[in-house]
T-cell receptor, first 115, second 112 residues
Framework: GAVVSQHPSRVICKSGTSVKIECRSLDFQATTMFWYRQFPKQSLMLMATSNEGSKATYEQGVEKDKFLINHASLTLSTLTVTSAHPEDSSFYIC???????????FGPGTRLTVL | AQSVSQHNHHVILSEAASLELGCNYSYGGTVNLFWYVQYPGQHLQLLLKYFSGDPLVKGIKGFEAEFIKSKFSFNLRKPSVQWSDTAEYFCAVNYNNNDMRFGAGTRLTVKP
């Protein structure tokens, strides 16, 4: 089956620094990737939809300048949390698919802790 | 490592048929359980979740799921499916509020 990886799996950073999370489709070309965030004891929250070669579409309430998403190639999308603060600590998950009608495959997630 | 299994890869039903999708998970401590649905071309949407309390959980669109701790299962049910239920369904388990695992998904096709 299709494999999606995320790197890093866990990251701890100081407040004010920026953190980049990578989402890669290892054995297929992903034209669409979704980025989700999960707060403790809650379900996933969609942050943005990323289409290769175009700007990401952000959900209402998600700060575009804080959560920078780049989908520069068909196998890689990155989420950069800029000037991270403790409230950004969360679990971030990406999913990737081959098209808008295709199923999505999930990455294993990245646990971000901001001190 | 913890894992979540969805045994049915693709389920095909006629409208008005009853649905049950299986979800089993490996032991790993405290669990929070979810079912998500993904319609073609869309992102995940939460159907229902279980954190504690009544093990029979009712969600949106007539779906329900039952947490059976002894069987490590959280099967999704709907008494009568509609064509609009055609989608991909994902079971997910959050272990110890720290580690989220998804099943591989079950594609449901409902014939009109």
């Amino acid at each position: 089956g299709a494999v999606v990886s995320q790197h890093p799996s866990r990251v701890i950073c100081k407040s004010g620094t920026s953190v980049k999370i990578e989402c890669r489709s290892l054995d297929f070309q992903a034209t669409t990737m979704f980025w989700y965030r999960q707060f403790p004891k809650q379900s996933l929250m969609l942050m943005a939809t990323s289409n290769e070669g175009s700007k990401a579409t952000y959900e209402q309430g998600v700060e575009k300048d804080k959560f920078l998403i780049n989908h520069a190639s068909l196998t890689l999308s990155t989420l950069t949390v800029t000037s991270a603060h403790p409230e950004d600590s969360s679990f971030y998950i990406c999913s990737a698919g081959q098209g808008t009608l295709d199923t999505q495959y999930f990455g294993p997630g990245t646990r971000l802790t901001v001190l | 490592a913890q894992s979540v299994s969805q045994h049915n890869h693709h389920v095909i039903l006629s409208e008005a048929a009853s649905l049950e999708l299986g979800c089993n998970y490996s032991y790993g401590g405290t669990v929070n359980l979810f079912w998500y649905v993904q319609y073609p071309g869309q992102h995940l949407q939460l159907l229902l979740k279980y954190f504690s309390g009544d093990p029979l959980v009712k969600g949106i669109k007539g779906f329900e799921a039952e947490f059976i701790k002894s069987k490590f299962s959280f099967n999704l049910r709907k008494p009568s499916v509609q064509w609009s239920d055609t989608a991909e369904y994902f079971c997910a388990v959050n272990y110890n509020n720290n580690d989220m695992r998804f099943g591989a998904g079950t594609r449901l096709t409902v014939k009109p």
